[in-house]
């Protein structure tokens, strides 16, 4: 899990392309930072503990003008952050970044040092650039990288220099994602386009297994087989603006206030109103056999496993199809019960998820129709399941995950219709959701008018060490989601529970000193929430609650109360999620964190 860049061109621009493709990329991981440039007579390298910015400081004007270099922002996977395992990694007059995770390096490792190597740096990836320059006392630079894979086992982007060969980058993909940007006379390589949109538009992406060599006029892509292969470029629609943070003070704050926007862009020509169904034209290919599915299987993990959960209960309820979600790292090594009637539905924003990826690549194998909702076009999940549905939710920078859940849920609502119309679903129950849904962007824009509410409930809230986040039905799922985002941004202490289970042991935990969000929509449920309040407040407990415009009765027994419009029951996740969200940046912001890469967290987890 790390961000890694690459630059070959003609411009002498490797230095600056490189600093800034890093800085778009350490949302990935930020634990240290690297660059190697080089030219025809020298070789620099540069390395920093922490973020990109003290990698700057480092290099300030001490950086030659290059045509040729590699960056590398670090997440730890094996060694701690340290300025001897930041990359790029060399061996003799071999430099190299590397993302993912070299499972057999220890092996490796050892008879490497059997030959002499010397090793200075407690990673794994170290061990690919002595690999390669062991081969290089008897191949080329290009064959020494080819047969050097034949030895590696595991995950893996790699960009390769050699310090003779300074006209010739190595790009090497396993597992790991991994984007070559093609602009005029220069090419970038990537983790992903976020670090390429800026300088060009056309992207190719690099599949499982493959090698492209790249010199300052052309590429070549082959197998690792020696294979050449045609690669198609493909033309990115995300802008340089959509990644930026158009003016507020955090990704995450301008992702939230994103959602309007994005939940429509989801619903974008998605929706046939007349005959109350979706029109889902990423699944057209599967459209029968999917008449034919008796059980849908969720697999995902953090935000998008919540997302999931909200799925189940609208699965079940109105199409009719018995519906599990599971943790996709728990799936992959249970023995999951799947089979011709099953499909396992994969979510996933970055669509680079190894739990999830592995997951879907278990149910393939065990013959189930394998389906996606991912947020990253051409992403590994995206291309490897058989048929899927994309959020064009644009890229989704903060780590924590906000306008890629709510697009997922808008998503899920449309999978709902699709399926359930193909079954039982009355087209006046088609066309009731799908109108309720088309209602739901202008129903978010007026939860941000009571915005400064809910700041001023988070500072308040932000004080104490523990909080419950309690819902009921549709609702459970976001407690667990609102409890998961506090977490990750304030460092609060959270607990997602069913409100029902409260009186079965964890109501024990309630004092004054520890609060409650109670999330109490005016739905079939809504008695029950209210008793579950009483509970709390009988125990001195503090409740803040996110009730529906119109519940003054709620006024008189929470401590704070946050409305949200009246939607449909089964809609009320899309909207009872935005305050959470807010609730959690707010309590972050003044706490003083840094919301948008909250500690020991990275956006894409690409390791298990
Ligand atoms: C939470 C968060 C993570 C991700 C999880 C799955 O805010 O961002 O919990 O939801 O790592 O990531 P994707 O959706 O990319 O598979």
Redesign the pocket.
């Known amino acids: 899990m790390c961000g890694i860049v690459g630059y070959i061109g003609k411009n002498n621009r490797a230095g600056e392309v490189l600093l800034d493709g890093l800085k778009r990329l350490e949302y990935r991981g930020y634990d240290s930072a690297g660059m190697c440039v080089m030219d025809e007579d020298r070789q620099q390298t540069f390395k920093a503990i922490g973020k990109v910015s003290m990698l700057e400081k480092k290099i300030a004007k001490s950086c030659v003008e290059s045509n040729i270099g590699i960056a590398h922002t670090r997440w730890a996977t094996h060694g701690k952050p340290s300025i001897k395992n930041a990359h790029p990694h060399t061996s003799g007059k071999i430099h190299l970044v590397h993302n993912g995770i070299i499972e057999n390096y220890q092996q490796l490792k050892q008879d490497l040092a059997n030959k002499g190597h010397k090793f200075y740096s407690q990673t794994d990836s170290e061990v690919v650039a002595h690999l390669i320059d062991e081969y290089n006392k008897k191949y080329d630079f290009e064959d020494s990288v080819t047969h050097a894979l034949t030895e590696v086992r595991g995950a893996y982007a790699l960009v390769i220099l050699h310090e003779d060969e300074p006209q010739k980058m190595i790009v090497v993909r396993n597992s790991s994602p991994l984007v070559i940007g093609v602009a005029d006379s220069e090419f970038i390589v990537a983790s992903d386009a976020s670090a390429i949109i800026q300088h060009t538009s056309r992207v190719v992406y690099l599949d499982d297994g493959e090698i492209a060599v790249m010199t300052p006029d052309t590429y070549y892509v082959k197998t690792f087989s020696g294979k050449n292969k045609r690669k198609k470029e493909q033309i990115l629609d995300w802008n340089d603006e959509q990644a930026k943070k158009e003016g507020y003070a955090h990704f995450m704050l301008k992702e939230i206030f994103e959602q309007p926007e994005s939940v429509s862009d989801a619903l974008r020509g998605r929706i046939i109103a007349k005959d109350g169904m979706a029109k889902l034209g990423g699944l057209t290919e599967v459209e029968k056999q999917l008449r034919t599915i008796e059980r849908i299987v969720i697999v ?7 997302a999931g959960l909200v799925g189940e209960y609208m699965l079940e309820e109105y199409a009719g199809i018995p519906t599990e979600v599971e943790y ?1 790292s728990e799936f992959r090594y249970r023995k999951p019960l799947v089979d011709k009637k099953t499909a396992v539905l ?8 190894a ?2 990826l592995a997951a879907i690549r278990e149910a393939k194998n065990k013959g189930a129709l394998t389906l996606g909702i991912v ?2 076009v051409s992403s590994t ?1 995206a291309r490897e399941t058989d048929a899927g549905v994309y959020n064009h939710a644009g890229p ?1 920078i903060a ?4 306008k ?2 709510t697009s ?1 849920l808008s998503i899920l609502v449309l999978l709902t219709v699709f399926l359930g119309r193909q079954r039982n679903m009355s087209l006046t129950m088609g066309k009731r959701i799908l109108s309720e849904l088309q209602r739901i962007p202008k129903k978010i824009d007026q939860i941000f008018e009571g915005e400064k509410d809910i700041k001023r409930i988070a500072k308040k809230y932000s004080k104490y060490d523990s909080m419950f986040y309690l819902g009921r039905k549709y609702n459970f799922p976001i407690a667990v989601e609102g409890a ?2 506090i977490k ?1 941004i304030s460092y609060i202490h959270a607990e997602g529970y069913p409100s029902g289970e409260m009186k079965h042991g964890p109501i024990a935990l309630i004092d004054k000193d520890f609060p409650s969000v109670v999330l109490a929509p005016k739905d079939s449920v809504y008695e029950k929430t209210i008793s579950t309040i009483e509970e709390i407040k009988a125990r001195s407990g503090k409740v803040v609650a996110i009730a529906t415009v119109g519940s003054k009765d709620i006024e008189n027994i929470a401590n704070d109360v946050i409305y949200i419009p009246k939607t449909l029951e089964m809609l009320t996740p899309l909207l009872m999620v935005i305050p959470l969200q807010l609730l959690a940046y707010y309590a972050g912001v003044t706490k003083g964190y840094d919301v948008d890469q909250p500690r020991n ?1 990275a ?3 690409t390791v298990e």
């Open positions: 995902s993990c953090g935000t998008s496993y919540c996709a994969a979510i996933s924003q970055s669509g680079e998820t739990d999830t947020n990253a999940i989704e780590v924590a995950s906000t890629a859940f997922q998961l985002k990750e967290l956006k894409s987890v």
